[in-house]
C-alpha cells in the first residue's frame, strides 16, 4: 500500500502559557491545518491512501493546563457513536479542528490520522475526575476516506505535559482500512512502554502501526529514526512515524519502516517541513529471523593484556565501558547479571575511538525505566570520559557481531551510521540464551550498534 508522514514545522503561539479566547487559538490551529490541507492534497495526488501527521502539530506545546483549555476540541471517545464531523458538524459543539480534518479525509479520499488536544466534561462523583470537572486528554484521530471519526487514542505514557491527563486506564485502539487491514495507534513517549503499545501489538497481532510523535532526539541510543526502525525490526511490523520539526529544540526524524527497509527524514540544518511517500508491501506472516550465523563464544585464550575497564555516563546513566583497540579481537564487559561480547575486525584503522559500553539497572532521568544494553559505540574524542557522547559523524567500516545474555525479551537492535542514517543487521535473534546481531560492512561509518534491551517487568 501507499503511505504517507509528514514532518511539521509548526507555527506555535508566541506565548503559550499566555489565556487566550477560542477565536484566537483557532486562527493559530488553522494556520497550521492550511499546511496540512496543501500536504494531504499533495500525499494524494501520489496515490497515498492514508497519511499520518505529528504529535503536538495542530497546537504546539509548552502549555499550561488552564492556557491550553481554548486549543481543545471535544471528541466523545466511544465506539458506539458514529459520527462524520465534516459532514455532521452540527452534532457537538468546539470540535471546529475534527470537522477540518475529516473534510481533508473525504475530499481526498484518504485515511488521516492527527494529533490534538481533546476535552471531556468529568462528573465530581468520577474519582479521577480533576478538580476543574474536565479532563484534557493529548489525542490521536483516524479517520477513513469518508470523513467518517473511526479511532481516538488517548496518549497513556505523558512526558512532562502538565496540560494533559493520562486516561485513567490504557486505550487499545484499532480502525480497519481496506488495503492493509488494522491498524493499532500510540503517541511518542509510549513506544517505551509495555502499556498501551507492546500489550496492543501482541493482543491483537498488529502488523501495521501510526505513531505521531513529538520526539526530542538523544544520541547516541535513542534518536528518533534509530529507535523507530529498532521498533518495526523487533516487532516485526511497519510504523508509519511522524515527528515534529524543530531543529533547534532537537527534534527532527520521521519514516516509513518495514522490519527490512526504511523511508526516513532526519535533518538538522534547515527548516520548514517534509512529505515522505513510500509504497511498503502489506506484513501478513510473521517475519522469522535469520539465525545461520552465530557467535561462537569469545574463546579464553588467556595471557594477553586485557583492555581496561572505565566508566562513563552515556544517556544519563553510568555505563561500564571497554576500548575497542587494534584491527580486530574480542571483548567482553558485564555489569549486575548482564555480560556483552564483541568480536570485530576493522577494514582500516582511522583515529577514532570506540568502545563497548554496558548497563543494565533502572533510567531515572526524563522518566524511569529499566534498561538492558549492549552498545558498540563511537566516542566523541580519543579521551575514555568522551565515550557517551552524542556524535554525528563516523568513518570507521566495522564488521561486528555483538551479543549479550539479556533477561528481557523485548530487545531493539540499534544500528546508526554517519550523518543519522541507518543501516540493517545481516544477522540477529537468540542462540543459547544470548540475543545477537551481526553486521559484515556497514553502508557507511558506524556510530552505534546496539541491543537495547527493555525488562518492563522491572519498571
Known amino acids: 500500500y501507499v503511505a504517507a508522514v509528514y514532518e511539521h514545522e509548526s507555527i506555535l503561539s508566541p506565548n503559550p502559557t499566555a489565556l487566550v479566547d477560542r477565536r484566537s487559538a483557532l486562527e493559530l490551529m488553522g494556520r497550521n491545518l492550511d499546511i496540512y490541507e496543501q500536504q494531504v492534497v499533495a500525499a494524494a495526488r501520489q496515490g497515498a491512501q492514508i497519511i499520518v501527521f505529528p504529535e503536538d502539530g ?14 481543545l476540541d471535544f471528541v466523545v471517545h466511544s465506539h458506539s457513536v458514529k459520527w462524520n464531523p465534516c459532514r455532521e458538524p452540527y452534532l457537538f459543539n468546539d470540535t471546529e479542528v475534527l470537522q477540518r480534518l475529516s473534510c ?5 479520499k484518504i485515511f488521516l490520522v492527527a494529533n490534538l488536544g481533546t476535552k471531556q466534561p468529568c462528573e465530581h462523583t468520577d474519582p479521577h475526575c ?6 484534557q486528554f493529548n489525542t490521536n484521530v483516524a479517520f477513513n476516506d469518508d ?23 490504557p486505550d487499545y485502539k484499532l480502525f480497519d482500512t481496506p488495503f492493509a487491514g488494522k491498524f493499532g495507534m500510540f503517541t511518542c513517549f509510549d513506544i517505551l512502554f509495555f502499556e498501551p503499545a507492546v500489550n496492543l501489538i501482541r493482543q491483537y497481532n498488529l502488523k501495521q502501526v501510526v505513531y505521531p510523535t513529538a520526539w526530542m ?4 541510543l535513542l534518536s528518533a529514526v534509530e529507535f523507530q526502525q529498532a521498533f518495526a525490526t523487533a516487532f516485526n511490523i511497519n510504523i508509519l512515524a511522524a515527528n515534529i520539526h524543530h531543529p533547534t529544540l532537537g527534534m527532527t526524524g520521521s519514516g516509513i519502516y518495514t522490519p527490512v527497509k526504511s523511508f526516513i527524514y532526519h535533518n538538522m540544518e534547515s527548516y520548514g517541513g517534509k512529505l515522505i511517500v513510500a509504497e511498503i508491501p502489506v506484513i501478513t506472516t510473521d517475519y522469522k529471523t535469520n539465525l545461520e550465523k552465530s557467535p561462537d563464544g569469545v ?6 593484556q586485557l583492555p581496561p575497564t572505565f566508566y562513563a555516563e552515556m544517556m544519563y546513566d553510568n555505563f561500564t565501558f571497554v576500548p575497542v583497540w587494534g584491527e580486530k579481537g ?21 583515529d577514532e575511538l570506540y568502545a563497548l559500553g554496558v548497563f543494565d539497572g533502572l533510567h531515572t532521568v526524563h522518566g524511569t525505566y529499566y534498561v538492558q544494553a549492549c552498545a558498540l559505540v563511537k566516542c566523541g574524542g580519543l579521551s575514555f ?15 561486528f557481531q555483538l551479543w549479550g545474555n539479556m533477561s528481557t525479551s523485548y530487545i531493539f537492535p540499534l544500528l546508526l551510521t554517519s550523518g543519522i542514517t541507518l543501516d540493517y543487521a545481516d544477522h540477529m535473534g537468540w542462540k543459547n540464551n544470548h540475543y545477537f546481531i551481526s553486521k559484515n560492512r556497514t553502508s557507511s561509518g558506524l556510530l552505534t550498534a546496539a541491543l537495547y534491551g527493555r525488562w518492563y517487568e522491572k519498571d
Open 58 to 71: 495542530i497546537h504546539g506545546f509548552n502549555f499550561t493546563r488552564s492556557s491550553i483549555y481554548p486549543y
Open 104 to 108: 481533508m479525509a473525504l475530499k481526498n
Open 130 to 135: 480533576p478538580s476543574d470537572g474536565r479532563y
Open 147 to 169: 470523513g467518517m471519526l473511526v479511532a481516538t487514542y488517548r496518549k497513556h505514557n505523558l512526558y512532562f505535559e502538565y496540560a494533559f491527563d493520562a486516561p485513567p486506564k
Open 217 to 220: 532526539n538523544q544520541l547516541p
Open 299 to 304: 574463546s579464553g585464550k588467556g595471557n594477553e
Open 330 to 350: 574480542e571483548l567482553q564487559v558485564c555489569a549486575n547479571t548482564l555480560c556483552c561480547y564483541l568480536t570485530y575486525q576493522r577494514a582500516v584503522l582511522t
Open 385 to 399: 570520559s568522551s565515550c557517551g557522547q552524542e556524535v554525528t559523524d563516523a568513518t570507521a567500516l566495522i564488521d
